[in-house]
């Protein structure tokens, strides 16, 4: 005789109801998520970026190269946004990533970042590039056990480099390598 019907789980990301490319009718939402995080250390911006940066962004959007502006949707309306692209514009650095992510405050841990950097990593692992790079602003421990359930890896801090806010905080800087890279030979750094 069968037991009683267990209720499904429901995980904190299964809450989200899509990670999708963002559209132009999201970028409102994402320029406004941003100017928030402007008000705080979570990023060295002061001001937020208008509606117009973003649409270049968008329009520079290239998943092949790892240039991505994601989105993730809950209730209908935008939750967060993750975003990757160039780290550095020196041509040797193009199969490395700089990565983000932000999340609107209505949505903090509801799992909205889980969710962005699993579409994000899911897209980006599924391209040649070698490595994604994260900056995150000290302290801030939220952010750095996103980071390391996504397979961040510490590589050192810059002490005081920025300033805002009438203090001067330390940058955290993470590395993540992605899964399609091709296996390459490289020196090991004699420096220790």
Request: negative net charge; aromatic residues 8%.
């Amino acid at each position: 005789m069968p037991g009683p019907a267990q209720a499904p789980v429901c995980t904190f990301v299964e809450l989200v109801t899509a990670v999708r490319e963002a559209r132009e009718s999201d970028l409102e939402a994402v320029a406004g998520i941003y100017a928030a995080a402007a008000l705080t250390p979570a990023t060295f911006d002061l001001e937020g970026r208008p509606v117009q940066w973003w649409r270049e962004v968008l329009a520079a959007a290239a998943p092949a190269a790892g240039h991505l502006l994601l989105v993730a949707e809950r209730d209908g309306e935008v939750a967060g946004y993750a975003k990757s692209g160039a780290f550095k514009v020196k041509p040797a650095y193009d199969t490395t990533v700089e990565i983000s992510a932000y999340v609107h405050a209505d949505h903090r841990g509801a799992g909205v970042g889980d969710a962005l950097y699993t579409g994000l990593f899911e897209r980006l692992d599924a391209t040649p590039l070698r490595l994604a790079v994260a900056g995150v602003t000290r302290p801030n421990e939220a952010s750095d056990r996103l980071h390391r359930r996504h397979g961040f890896t510490d590589v050192g801090t810059f002490h005081g480099v920025g300033v805002k806010l009438g203090r001067a905080w330390d940058v955290q800087w993470l590395e993540r390598p992605l899964r399609g890279a091709p296996d390459l030979p490289r020196e090991e750094s004699d420096a220790g």
